[in-house]
């Protein structure tokens, strides 16, 4: 039982470079999200998508693009990464967005991301 | 906006010791939610607390929720090593108006001694 996987684990990337993060859930959830975690900050939502054929910014949607690529995948793009962007990135998937359903988010286990 | 804040955001603790950490929002929301993390690892879900007054325990830890004062506590019984690790809460955010987004706290990073 996979849950939420995400690739690559780690990446280094030069100022400027581009790359995408992959995320894909076997749970048949329909809502997914990406965060990023800084240290004493938390997570914080980058995009989301609610359900498959959408798409929504978060918090700090600067930098990156999303595609939600069917109802399993959903995938984050840098189009010229910057310093900033170096940060631990968690995808995740729920249920149901909206109801009074428990919602609870599952976590995939994050993308290491350094940008030099 | 909302805003979430845990307190204490580090926490050293003996082992065999009692505390509390605290979760406070600033807007009415339904759901709120505690999360592990230990390091290097992804975030697990520990209690999804659904309305005013409930509490929900696992082993050692305990949860509770008073909406009317906005306020989560995580409560920690005769704490073992074990329980080291970041602690997160987190509340429905409705951000961009749908529900089902977190809005997460700091975290509060415990660390349990003999």
């Known amino acids: 039982n996979a849950g939420v996987t995400q690739t690559p684990k780690f990446q280094v990337l030069k100022t400027g470079q581009s790359m995408t993060l992959q995320c894909a859930q076997d749970m048949n959830h329909n809502s997914m999200y990406w965060y990023r975690q800084d240290p004493g900050m938390g997570l914080r939502l980058i995009y989301y998508?609610?359900?498959?054929?959408?798409?929504d910014k978060g918090e700090v949607p600067n930098g990156y693009n999303v595609s939600r690529l069917n109802k399993r995948e959903f995938s984050l793009r840098l189009e010229s990464a910057a310093p900033s962007q170096t940060s631990v990135y968690f995808c995740a998937s729920s249920e149901v967005a909206g109801t009074l359903a428990k919602n609870i988010q599952y976590f995939g286990a994050g993308t290491r991301l350094s940008v030099l | 906006e909302l805003k979430v804040e845990q307190n204490p955001l580090f926490l050293s603790m003996q082992e065999g010791k009692n505390y509390t950490i605290y979760c406070n929002y600033s807007t009415t929301s339904d759901r709120l939610y505690w999360y592990r993390q230990d390091p290097g690892k992804s975030l697990e879900s520990l209690f999804v607390l659904l309305s005013n007054g409930a509490v929900k325990q696992e082993g050692r830890l305990m949860a509770s929720l008073d909406t009317k004062a906005r306020l989560s506590t995580l409560h920690i019984t005769a704490a073992v090593h074990d329980l080291s690790a970041t602690y997160f809460c987190?509340?429905?955010?409705?951000?961009?108006?749908?529900?089902?987004?977190?809005?997460f706290g700091k975290g509060t990073k415990l660390s349990v001694k003999p």
């Open positions: 987190a509340v429905d955010g409705g951000y961009g108006g749908s529900q089902g987004n977190l809005i």
């Open positions: 998508s609610a359900s498959e054929g959408t798409t």
